[in-house]
């Protein structure tokens, strides 16, 4: 159960969570016909050594017939990869991944000369992916800067001691991390985000459309699946649902141009058939919204 003030590594609580993404990530990489290409999130997962994780990479067959992860993680990660490659192509030469956990595309995208990528995590979770892309000799295709920082303290501060420059446009994401912030923090993330936006930013967010009880993303599992895709770990205990501004209406009010997909969208545009399923798994897999705004 969350606390105020909690803290993790990666495989604890919200950091385990991370090590997940890699894994699904990975699978998705090394799968036929993949969306995307990460050669550093297996690398992630074998280093934590977190039993339920490795196993899948070992034998990915205990995911059979479980399409809403596994296959939804690769239109996830290709929405943000083309979203970053989109914005600097514009021009923008910052980018900041908030809340990164094991996000590779400083080192997976080809990055224009002169971009900086800022990554903004709980300590713990960067250092140990520092170990493991230092001791596989990895090296960023841009200007790779680490952020160790808890988003419910003074972000900004260090993201400026960090050397970002506020009065130049960015291209910012929040990917994976909306539930897992209160609804005030959220809120907060977002006035903070614009405070530091200059005309010409972008922003990427997955967000839910509204209403939706977050809580079942995890719960359902009981009912379709032997056991969580995340392993041993309660995603219903790290989900916050409580009130808070849908992100799409507040950027709107707040001068963002706006556009929102959603899965199926994303499906269509990547060439791929969404899958068929049970009408509540329908319903959750329309659930996330997958937000662009540029200001």
């Known amino acids: ?48 050594g977190e039993p339920h994780f490795t196993g899948l990479l070992a034998d990915p067959s205990a995911l059979d017939g479980t399409p809403l992860v596994p296959g939804f993680m690769g239109f996830r990660t290709k929405f943000f990869d083309e979203f970053f490659l989109s914005a600097v192509a514009n021009g923008v030469r910052q980018a900041v991944i908030v809340a990164a956990g094991l996000d590779a595309r400083a080192y997976r995208l080809d990055w224009p000369a002169g971009t900086t990528v800022f990554e903004i995590d709980q300590p713990k979770v960067l250092e140990f992916k520092e170990k493991v892309l230092v001791e596989h000799v990895a090296q960023p295709k841009a200007d790779r800067r680490a952020v160790a920082v808890d988003l419910r303290e003074d972000w900004p501060a260090a993201l400026r001691a960090a050397g970002f420059d506020s009065d130049k446009p960015a291209v910012w ?16 993330l977002f006035e903070q985000i614009v405070e530091l936006s200059a005309l010409g930013s972008h922003l990427g967010v997955e967000s839910f459309m509204t209403g939706t009880d977050v809580k079942r993303f995890a719960t359902i599992e009981s009912k379709y699946f032997d056991k969580s895709l995340f392993g041993d770990i309660d995603l219903a205990e790290l989900f916050y649902d409580d009130e808070r501004a849908d992100p799409a209406q507040w950027l709107t009010e707040n001068g963002w141009t706006v556009r929102a997909f959603s899965p199926a969208e994303l ?29």
């Not at 003030?5 to 990530?25: C, E, H, K």
């Not at 990547?270 to 959750?284: I, N, Q």
Request: without cysteine.
């Open 1 to 48: 159960m969350r606390t105020e003030g909690d803290v993790w590594d990666i495989v604890s609580s919200v950091g385990l969570t991370a090590l997940g993404v890699a894994t699904f990530r990975a699978l998705e990489a090394a799968g036929p016909d993949p969306l995307i290409e990460d050669d550093y999130a297996p690398l992630f997962v074998e280093a934590a």
């Open 173 to 188: 994401s929040a990917e994976g991390l909306l539930p897992y912030l209160p609804g005030a923090a959220q809120d907060a």
């Open 267 to 295: 499906a269509t545009a990547y060439g791929r058939s969404a899958p068929e399923l049970p009408d509540e798994l329908t319903d959750l897999w329309q659930q996330p919204r997958y937000l662009t705004a540029v200001r």
